[in-house]
């Protein structure tokens, strides 16, 4: 099981390098615009994939069925528990860091109050954002940038790329780093978690 995750880990990493999603993963890969956009324009494209494990577990699921709220709590449980998982936001428009944070933190807020996160993790999470984004304090987001978290057993990496520049790129060995990142795209409320999840029923 780890070498078969650690396989599918390196060849998304090179994936993801050339923004093209792997090949024929119809339950591996979700997709979604973000349209609830602060200046009411398209803001960024969402992608997200799992690991073999985590698509066989969403197939199992999802395979002739339609979406329900009942049946994507269940989807969402299991992205919870992914051993591996790379999301994806590519900005259609620029973005100060400010208006990022804001939306961060009321993510995060509506994953503790779901109970897919603790308190506790919702405060580590949150100050390791602030932190982890500090030095974008100026630029902000530009379009076409791209923010990529690859979510790992364990750690979570977080790279923002402007073309071929890496502007930030901070691995944290902290497992409710990781659970804080996939819960603040699939928890209740959250801006991402209809989007993407429904995106597994229109295949």
Do not use: C
């Given at each position: ?18 923004t093209a999603p ?115 304090a100026d630029r ?64």
């Amino acid at each position: 099981m780890k070498s078969a995750l650690l396989v599918w880990l390196l060849a998304l990493v090179s994936a993801v390098g050339h923004t093209a999603p792997p090949a024929n993963d119809r339950y591996g890969h979700m997709h979604m615009l973000y349209e609830r956009t602060w200046f009411d324009v398209d803001v960024a494209n969402i992608d997200v994939w799992v690991d073999p494990a985590t698509q066989g577990r969403f197939a199992a699921l999802a395979n002739g069925q339609r979406y329900s709220d009942a049946l994507a709590e269940r989807i969402a449980r299991a992205a919870l528990e992914a051993p591996g998982m790379t999301v994806q936001v590519q900005f259609l428009r620029g973005a100060d860091l400010g208006e990022f944070l804001d939306a961060a933190r009321k993510n995060l807020e509506r994953a503790r109050n779901a109970g897919y996160i603790s308190p506790d993790t919702f405060a580590t999470a949150w100050a390791g954002v602030k932190r982890d984004f500090a030095r974008l304090a100026d630029r902000g987001f530009k379009k076409g940038d791209r923010l990529v978290y690859r979510a790992a057993p364990g750690s979570l990496q977080t790279q923002v790329v402007s073309r071929d520049r890496v502007l930030l790129d901070v691995t944290t060995h902290d497992d409710g780093a990781r659970r804080a990142m996939i819960a603040s795209y699939f928890a209740p409320r959250t801006d991402f978690r209809k989007g993407l999840i429904a995106d597994l029923f229109h295949r």
